[in-house]
C-alpha cells in the first residue's frame, strides 16, 4: 500500500510538471524492484516552438530584444500570469551608456553585461530564451519567424512562434545615411562587440606605428583618430580615447607619444547640441584646451581605406582628411525587419515604428513597441476638438462655461500631454486661464464660449509636440511602464483607470504613458563631467564626475554587475589602464 500511494504520488509530480523532459522515479517493493520511466517533449526545445502553450488559461507573450526596453519589461512583468518567450540574437543585457568607457579598458567587456537567463532566472512563472534572430513579424497571422545563429541543421535553424501579446524591443542599427565606404571602413559604437573592436584597433594602431619600417608620414596617419557625430556617445567616446592616450599608452609607447591626433566631425554647429549651450561651450573649450581638434559643419561624403573626404557646410570647401581608425557615431536608423513590419501595417511614411500612447502599435491589436525602435504619435487636440468640446457641453446648450470645462480639464491634461507644456512656456497656470485669455480677460465665472472661440483658444497648443529621444533612459520606463499595463490588464478591463475617451464612452484602461526626465550626463575626460539636471540645473566639473560614477553604479541590472564595475574604476585608479591587445 505505501508503495502504490508513493506511485500515486508520482504519477501527481509527473501531471504538475508536463514540462520536465523526462521523470525516473524508482522505489522497493518487497525484495523486487519497480521502476517507473516516463518521456515528454521538452518545451524549451526550439522545434518545438509551435506547440501548445503550457497552461491554456495563459496567454503567450513574445519579447523580441534584450536591450534597455526589453530587459526593464520582463524584470517588471509579472510572468506567473503569462506565458513568456524571449527572442534575441544576444543571450545578455548590455549597459550600453559605459561602452565608451570598455573601449580603452576603463571598464571590462564582462563587468558590464548580465546574462538574460539570469535575470528571467529570478523571476517566477514560466519564461523561455531562444537566442535567435527575428527576421518576420506576421501580424494578421500572431506569427513571428526565426533565424537562429547557432551550427544546427539548416532544419533546425528556422522556426515560428506563436503570440497573443508580441512586444518589439529590438533596438535601432547605426545610422550610416548611405556615405559610400562607411560600413567597410569604419567602427561603431552600439554593441559590446563593437567596443572590443575598437580597443584592439587602438592598440594595433599603436603597434603599426611603433614598427621601425613605417615611414614619419605613416606613422603620422596611422595614430590619427578621427571620430565622426559630436553627439553624447562621439564626445565621450574622444574624451575616453584622450585619457587612455594621455595617461597610460604614453608611458608604453613614449617614441610616438608626440605623433597622436585625435579629430571630432559634427555636422552641425556646435558638439552636444541637445545639451545646455553652457555645458557645449565647456566642452568646445575643454576639448581645444586638451588637443582634440572639433570640426563643426563638417559633412562626410566618402570613405575609402586612406582617407575620410568632408564638406565645409560653410564655404563649400572640400577636403581629404588620412586617418588611421575611424569611429562613426553619427545617429540610429530603422532595422530591416521592422521597415519590413511597417511595409505590412501600411507605416511606409514614417522613419519609425508609430505607437499611441499606450505603446500599442498602431494599425495592429496585441502588438506593442517600446524603446528606439518606436516613437509615440502624439494625437494633436485639433483633432479631437470638436469630440472634446461636445464631452464638455453637458447641457448641450452649444456653449461651453467655465463649470462645464472643469470636469474634463484634468483628462483633457492627461490625454494631451502638450497642453501642460503650452501653459509652462505661456506662463499660464491653468488651461482655464487660456480660454479667459481668449475672451479678453473677463471674470472667469462669465466666459462662455462656443466652438468657433473653443477653437480659436486652443489653436497654438499642439505646437509644443514634441518626440521622446532615443536614449536607454526613455526605453527603461517605456518598459516599466508597459510591465506594468500587463500585470493589470484583468483588474484595468473591469475597472478602467485612465482618461476620457473623447471619441467613445467610458475611459481608456490605463493612463498614458508619460516620460519623466531624470537628467543626463556628458564626460568629458579629465575626471570631469557635465550634468544637466531637471530644473535647469547645470554642473560641470569634478563633483559631477563623482554624480556620475554613483548614478551609473546604481543603474546596473545586478548586484555582480555593480561590483564589477566597481572594482573596474578602483583597479584603474591603482593600476592604470591595460594596453594588452585582447
Given at each position: 500500500?505505501?508503495?502504490?500511494?508513493?506511485?500515486?504520488?508520482?504519477?501527481?509530480?509527473?501531471?504538475?510538471?508536463?514540462?520536465?523532459?523526462?521523470?525516473?522515479?524508482?522505489?522497493?517493493?518487497?525484495?523486487?524492484?519497480?521502476?517507473?520511466?516516463?518521456?515528454?517533449?521538452?518545451?524549451?526545445?526550439?522545434?518545438?516552438?509551435?506547440?501548445?502553450?503550457?497552461?491554456?488559461?495563459?496567454?503567450?507573450?513574445?519579447?523580441?530584444?534584450?536591450?534597455?526596453?526589453?530587459?526593464?519589461?520582463?524584470?517588471?512583468?509579472?510572468?506567473?500570469?503569462?506565458?513568456?518567450?524571449?527572442?534575441?540574437?544576444?543571450?545578455?543585457?548590455?549597459?550600453?551608456?559605459?561602452?565608451?568607457?570598455?573601449?580603452?579598458?576603463?571598464?571590462?567587456?564582462?563587468?558590464?553585461?548580465?546574462?538574460?537567463?539570469?535575470?528571467?532566472?529570478?523571476?517566477?512563472?514560466d519564461s523561455t530564451f531562444?537566442?535567435?534572430?527575428?527576421?518576420?513579424?506576421?501580424?494578421?497571422?500572431?506569427?513571428?519567424?526565426?533565424?537562429?545563429?547557432?551550427?544546427?541543421?539548416?532544419?533546425?535553424?528556422?522556426?515560428?512562434?506563436?503570440?497573443?501579446?508580441?512586444?518589439?524591443?529590438?533596438?535601432?542599427?547605426?545610422?550610416?545615411?548611405?556615405?559610400?565606404?562607411?560600413?567597410?571602413?569604419?567602427?561603431?559604437?552600439?554593441?559590446?562587440?563593437?567596443?572590443?573592436?575598437?580597443?584592439?584597433?587602438?592598440?594595433?594602431?599603436?603597434?603599426?606605428?611603433?614598427?621601425?619600417?613605417?615611414?614619419?608620414?605613416?606613422?603620422?596617419?596611422?595614430?590619427?583618430?578621427?571620430?565622426?557625430?559630436?553627439?553624447?556617445?562621439?564626445?565621450?567616446?574622444?574624451?575616453?580615447?584622450?585619457?587612455?592616450?594621455?595617461?597610460?599608452?604614453?608611458?608604453?609607447?613614449?617614441?610616438?607619444?608626440?605623433?597622436?591626433?585625435?579629430?571630432?566631425?559634427?555636422?552641425?554647429?556646435?558638439?552636444?547640441?541637445?545639451?545646455?549651450?553652457?555645458?557645449?561651450?565647456?566642452?568646445?573649450?575643454?576639448?581645444?584646451?586638451?588637443?582634440?581638434?572639433?570640426?563643426?559643419?563638417?559633412?562626410?561624403?566618402?570613405?575609402?581605406?586612406?582617407?575620410?573626404?568632408?564638406?565645409?557646410?560653410?564655404?563649400?570647401?572640400?577636403?581629404?582628411?588620412?586617418?588611421?581608425?575611424?569611429?562613426?557615431?553619427?545617429?540610429?536608423?530603422?532595422?530591416?525587419?521592422?521597415?519590413?513590419?511597417?511595409?505590412?501595417?501600411?507605416?511606409?511614411?514614417?522613419?519609425?515604428?508609430?505607437?499611441?500612447?499606450?505603446?500599442?502599435?498602431?494599425?495592429?491589436?496585441?502588438?506593442?513597441?517600446?524603446?528606439?525602435?518606436?516613437?509615440?504619435?502624439?494625437?494633436?487636440?485639433?483633432?479631437?476638438?470638436?469630440?472634446?468640446?461636445?464631452?464638455?457641453?453637458?447641457?448641450?446648450?452649444?456653449?461651453?462655461?467655465?463649470?462645464?470645462?472643469?470636469?474634463?480639464?484634468?483628462?483633457?491634461?492627461?490625454?494631451?500631454?502638450?497642453?501642460?507644456?503650452?501653459?509652462?512656456?505661456k506662463r499660464l497656470k491653468?488651461?482655464?486661464?487660456?480660454?479667459?485669455?481668449?475672451?479678453?480677460?473677463?471674470?472667469?465665472?462669465?466666459?462662455?464660449?462656443?466652438?468657433?472661440?473653443?477653437?480659436?483658444?486652443?489653436?497654438?497648443?499642439?505646437?509644443?509636440?514634441?518626440?521622446?529621444?532615443?536614449?536607454?533612459?526613455?526605453?527603461?520606463?517605456q518598459g516599466l511602464y508597459?510591465?506594468?499595463?500587463?500585470?493589470?490588464?484583468?483588474?484595468?478591463?473591469?475597472?478602467?483607470?485612465?482618461?476620457?475617451?473623447?471619441?467613445?464612452?467610458?475611459?481608456?484602461?490605463?493612463?498614458?504613458?508619460?516620460?519623466?526626465?531624470?537628467?543626463?550626463?556628458?564626460?568629458?575626460?579629465?575626471?570631469?563631467?557635465?550634468?544637466?539636471?531637471?530644473?535647469?540645473?547645470?554642473?560641470?566639473?569634478?563633483?559631477?564626475?563623482?554624480?556620475?560614477?554613483?548614478?551609473?553604479?546604481?543603474?546596473?541590472?545586478?548586484?555582480?554587475?555593480?561590483?564589477?564595475?566597481?572594482?573596474?574604476?578602483?583597479?584603474?585608479?591603482?593600476?592604470?589602464?591595460?594596453?594588452?591587445?585582447?
Amino acid at each position: 500500500m505505501r508503495a502504490f500511494s508513493f506511485f500515486r504520488r508520482a504519477s501527481r509530480l509527473f501531471d504538475e510538471n508536463r514540462s520536465l523532459s523526462k521523470l525516473l522515479v524508482v522505489f522497493t517493493v518487497s525484495s523486487g524492484g519497480l521502476l517507473v520511466y516516463s518521456e515528454s517533449n521538452s518545451y524549451n526545445g526550439m522545434t518545438n516552438a509551435d506547440q501548445p502553450q503550457i497552461d491554456t488559461k495563459k496567454k503567450r507573450v513574445v519579447v523580441l530584444g534584450t536591450g534597455w526596453a526589453g530587459t526593464s519589461f520582463l524584470k517588471n512583468l509579472d510572468t506567473t500570469l503569462y506565458d513568456v518567450n524571449i527572442i534575441s540574437p544576444r543571450n545578455y543585457f548590455a549597459f550600453t551608456p559605459l561602452l565608451p568607457s570598455v573601449t580603452c579598458g576603463t571598464v571590462e567587456a564582462r563587468s558590464v553585461v548580465e546574462p538574460i537567463r539570469n535575470i528571467i532566472g529570478k523571476r517566477k512563472g514560466d519564461s523561455t530564451f531562444w537566442e535567435a534572430k527575428c527576421v518576420k513579424i506576421d501580424a494578421k497571422g500572431k506569427k513571428v519567424h526565426c533565424l537562429s545563429d547557432q551550427d544546427v541543421n539548416s532544419e533546425l535553424k528556422e522556426f515560428t512562434v506563436d503570440y497573443d501579446y508580441l512586444v518589439i524591443a529590438l533596438g535601432a542599427q547605426v545610422n550610416t545615411f548611405n556615405t559610400p565606404g562607411v560600413v567597410e571602413n569604419c567602427h561603431f559604437l552600439k554593441e559590446v562587440e563593437d567596443a572590443q573592436k575598437i580597443r584592439r584597433s587602438v592598440i594595433d594602431c599603436f603597434e603599426r606605428a611603433s614598427l621601425p619600417t613605417l615611414s614619419e608620414d605613416g606613422k603620422v596617419k596611422t595614430l590619427h583618430f578621427v571620430i565622426v557625430g559630436g553627439g553624447p556617445t562621439g564626445v565621450e567616446f574622444a574624451a575616453q580615447l584622450h585619457d587612455f592616450v594621455s595617461e597610460d599608452l604614453v608611458k608604453v609607447y613614449p617614441d610616438v607619444k608626440d605623433l597622436v591626433k585625435i579629430t571630432l566631425l559634427e555636422a552641425g554647429d556646435h558638439i552636444l547640441n541637445m545639451f545646455d549651450k553652457r555645458i557645449t561651450a565647456f566642452a568646445e573649450e575643454k576639448f581645444h584646451r586638451d588637443g582634440i581638434d572639433v570640426k563643426t559643419g563638417s559633412m562626410v561624403f566618402e570613405v575609402n581605406d586612406e582617407a575620410i573626404s568632408i564638406k565645409d557646410r560653410s564655404s563649400g570647401a572640400v577636403s581629404s582628411i588620412p586617418y588611421g581608425m575611424i569611429v562613426w557615431s553619427t545617429g540610429i536608423g530603422t532595422r530591416p525587419v521592422i521597415m519590413d513590419f511597417m511595409h505590412q501595417i501600411s507605416q511606409t511614411n514614417r522613419r519609425v515604428l508609430a505607437t499611441d500612447e499606450w505603446l500599442r502599435v498602431d494599425g495592429c491589436d496585441n502588438v506593442y513597441a517600446i524603446g528606439d525602435c518606436a516613437t509615440i504619435n502624439q494625437r494633436k487636440v485639433m483633432e479631437d476638438i470638436m469630440e472634446i468640446f461636445n464631452k464638455a457641453d453637458a447641457d448641450k446648450s452649444g456653449t461651453l462655461t467655465v463649470k462645464e470645462f472643469q470636469h474634463v480639464i484634468d483628462d483633457v491634461c492627461e490625454r494631451y500631454p502638450q497642453v501642460e507644456l503650452y501653459l509652462k512656456n505661456k506662463r499660464l497656470k491653468s488651461i482655464v486661464d487660456l480660454l479667459k485669455d481668449s475672451k479678453g480677460n473677463r471674470e472667469r465665472e462669465s466666459i462662455e464660449l462656443d466652438i468657433e472661440e473653443f477653437k480659436n483658444s486652443l489653436s497654438e497648443v499642439d505646437s509644443q509636440m514634441k518626440s521622446l529621444p532615443a536614449t536607454a533612459q526613455v526605453a527603461a520606463q517605456q518598459g516599466l511602464y508597459l510591465a506594468r499595463c500587463f500585470n493589470r490588464m484583468k483588474e484595468a478591463e473591469e475597472n478602467p483607470e485612465g482618461p476620457l475617451r473623447f471619441r467613445g464612452m467610458g475611459r481608456h484602461r490605463f493612463h498614458p504613458f508619460r516620460y519623466k526626465h531624470l537628467g543626463q550626463f556628458a564626460p568629458l575626460g579629465g575626471e570631469q563631467t557635465a550634468a544637466q539636471l531637471p530644473g535647469d540645473w547645470v554642473s560641470i566639473g569634478h563633483s559631477s564626475q563623482w554624480l556620475w560614477y554613483s548614478v551609473y553604479a546604481s543603474k546596473q541590472v545586478s548586484w555582480r554587475t555593480r561590483v564589477l564595475v566597481i572594482s573596474d574604476w578602483i583597479r584603474r585608479f591603482v593600476f592604470g589602464r591595460d594596453s594588452s591587445r585582447i
